[in-house]
């Protein structure tokens, strides 16, 4: 079922989406088998327009918001797990950046927007490290320079590093007047010092996004390059209104799509067999109708309180920050339960190697690590239920975003 009532655009988005998708399918299990970037996936939508589609349309994009960007994003990952996650990344943060540019006319963002509109910038984001899962903290080091700071750290899951122009990434600058602060910052892919380490991504899921490490040695970052910065072990503001609130709805959107597509399969295969009255069959169906739903609902409802602001100016950042880590965690989660119940109605064959059965099997258990992962949210959401402090917080530096305009429809 998709969701009834959207809009006009927001139909147009889907479709297009799900257009592509039918085409990545065919040829997902070869870039999977060979753990091969699929760069003529990315070409071809960047060539549909895909990749601007949340770059506001003035600018020369699509206009799209976090709601169409999950529903979207859902429907291409039902055809190709690895390109849709690798694509979200680059959307996500032009997201962002639209927001920013509509609530203060930045000249530079609208700069790189018209960049990406024109097929120029794809952005990505380096931040994850080994035990520094949560952007609360990092290993890498920046050091005071003139003009800006020299950074060196090694960063993992560097999902887009194939195609990425623009990386964004976090570094601890410790002598900070206010202490120890994470500084957020972008650079060009190409500026000194940054090096894609290839033949680092060895994975059993979503083989495809060649999501490398990478080495960052005394990379210059100037000071209008740092995008934000906070303390060390904080929740940010700021933070929950760009990075958390815009991944974790479309993370869970992603993961979703990828059982979505393995249930449309299976609906199909059980058609063909004829095994559609089967009174297991029709109540595994069924309990994946339902968690399907239930998780597009939840994300539907929390994207529509990232655009409108709700989840920082009517509850606490970690209120707020409890609520869309929640978000990814359903989304995820019910995603392996569908899949799980679709391998048990097929059988056997499903775990055959190449089949889409066993590539969801595989792909979807990456979402319950992805940060936040589950033992990380699970801790997030019961401090936040038994009102106990998980880390200081900060308040955004812009109380209100840019809400979205009036729709079509």
Request: with cysteine; net charge negative; aromatic share 6%.
């Amino acid at each position: 079922m998709r969701p009834l009532n959207t809009s006009p655009t927001r139909e147009r988005h889907v479709a297009m989406a799900a257009e592509l998708a039918a085409v990545f399918r065919e040829r997902a299990a070869e870039y999977d088998g060979n753990a091969e970037f699929p760069h003529r996936n990315i070409d071809e939508l960047r060539d549909a327009g895909y990749l601007r589609l949340t770059v506001p349309e003035e600018l020369g994009g699509l206009g799209g918001d976090l709601t169409d960007m999950a529903a979207t994003q859902e429907a291409l990952a039902s055809g190709c797990a690895s390109t849709a996650l690798t694509v979200n990344m680059h959307l996500s943060m032009a997201g962002q950046l639209a927001r920013n540019w509509r609530t203060t006319g930045d000249e530079r963002a609208r700069r790189t927007l018209g960049d990406i509109a024109d097929g120029k910038v794809i952005l990505m984001g380096a931040t994850a490290e080994p035990g520094h899962a949560l952007v609360r903290s990092t290993g890498a080091k920046a050091r005071k320079t003139e003009g800006g700071y020299l950074v060196t750290g090694d960063k993992t899951f560097g999902t887009g590093s194939a195609v990425m122009t623009h990386m964004t990434s976090m570094a601890v600058y410790r002598e900070h007047p206010g202490g120890p602060h994470v500084l957020v910052f972008r650079v060009p892919a190409d500026a000194p010092g940054v090096r894609v380490l290839e033949g680092t991504w060895n994975s059993s899921a979503l083989r495809a996004t060649r999501s490398e490490n990478i080495e960052l040695r005394d990379v210059m970052v100037a000071e209008d390059d740092v995008l934000l910065s906070f303390p060390v072990g904080s929740l940010d503001g700021s933070l929950l209104q760009t990075v958390w609130g815009w991944a974790m709805p479309t993370f869970a959107a992603v993961y979703l799509g990828v059982a979505v597509g393995a249930l449309e399969q299976c609906v199909q295969d059980v058609l063909s067999r004829g095994w559609e009255n089967r009174p297991y069959v029709q109540v595994a169906v069924s309990e994946c109708e339902a968690l399907v739903e239930t998780s597009r609902a939840l994300i539907e409802r929390t994207a529509r309180e990232v655009m409108g602001n709700a989840l920082w100016s009517s509850m606490s950042i970690q209120q707020g920050m409890s609520r869309v880590v929640l978000t990814k965690i359903v989304g995820t989660n019910n995603a392996v339960e569908v899949v799980d119940r679709v391998i048990r109605v097929m059988g056997t064959p499903a775990l055959r190697p190449g089949s889409p059965y066993e590539r969801a099997h595989r792909d979807v258990r990456a979402g319950t690590m992805h940060p936040y992962g589950n033992s990380d949210a699970c801790d997030l959401i019961a401090a936040t239920a038994f009102g106990i402090e998980a880390a200081p917080a900060n308040p955004p530096r812009m109380s209100r975003l840019a809400e979205p305009a009036p729709r079509d429809g």
